[in-house]
């Protein structure tokens, strides 16, 4: 064996440490989306708020993957799994190979050594117990995604008014480009007019039943 060796079992538990910090993550960054939702859709049982699911996932969605990638900066290192994989090798001898500069007798036999007693270091290192998983972490996820599919099979009647008005404001979207194609194909200058204060009265009003009024109102006059 010899200093590639050393170097791929090194790399092994790189790589290990790897994952088991990327999973922790996860099930912390999973557990605080959960949460984040479902406080999302209770306080959107207290006002009518449009498009509650939308942002309740988005939020959630926007936690875990920031959370995510801000985890990625603690990803352990090299130096770390050298660390590691040294608790396993006699007399820290890891530790010193891995230091070491001069290419000497002593430095290779040193070497060679270390290699020889690596692969048991890794196979105790890999018998060690790891945590892999949180139990409250994933105790928590698991409550919190029961509650959300409570929250979201059985609205508050806010939010049932909330659901109307988001139909409400998609069928205005839908006549306002019915309004822009009339206003292209129109070859009256009076329809054109019309048309162009019409989407003046709408931008005025704030409530999407009346605005639908209005465009019915006027579709009714150019039909």
């Known amino acids: 064996m010899n200093n590639r060796d050393i170097r791929n079992y090194v790399k092994k538990v790189e790589r ?110 890999r018998k060690e117990r790891k945590v892999w998983l949180r139990p409250k972490w994933l105790i928590g996820a698991v409550i919190s995604a029961a509650l959300m599919l409570l929250l979201l099979v059985f609205p508050s009647n806010l939010q049932n008014q909330a659901n109307d008005v988001e139909k409400e404001l998609e069928l205005v979207e839908e006549l306002k480009k019915e309004i822009d194609d009339i206003k292209k194909q129109a070859e009256s200058e009076m329809v054109k007019k019309e048309v162009e204060a019409l989407n003046a009265t709408i931008e005025e009003k704030e409530n999407p039943e009346d605005i639908l009024k209005e465009i019915v109102k006027n579709k009714k006059n150019w039909n």
């Not at 999973?23 to 006002?47: D, I």
């Not at 090299?78 to 040294?86: F, M, N, S, T």
């Open 16 to 125: 290990i440490l790897k994952m088991l910090h990327i999973g922790r993550s996860f099930q912390f960054a999973f557990f605080t989306g959960l949460m984040l939702a479902v406080a999302l859709l209770f306080v959107s049982r207290l006002f009518v708020l449009p498009y509650y699911e939308f942002y309740a996932y988005a939020a959630g969605t926007t936690v875990l993957i920031g959370w995510l990638l801000l985890s990625l900066k603690g990803l352990p290192t090299v130096q770390q799994a050298v660390q590691e994989l040294d608790r396993f090798t006699p007399h820290n001898q890891l530790l010193t190979v891995w230091k070491l500069t001069e290419h000497n007798k002593l430095a290779e036999e040193l070497t060679s050594k270390t290699a020889q007693t690596i692969p048991y270091s890794y196979q105790l290192f």
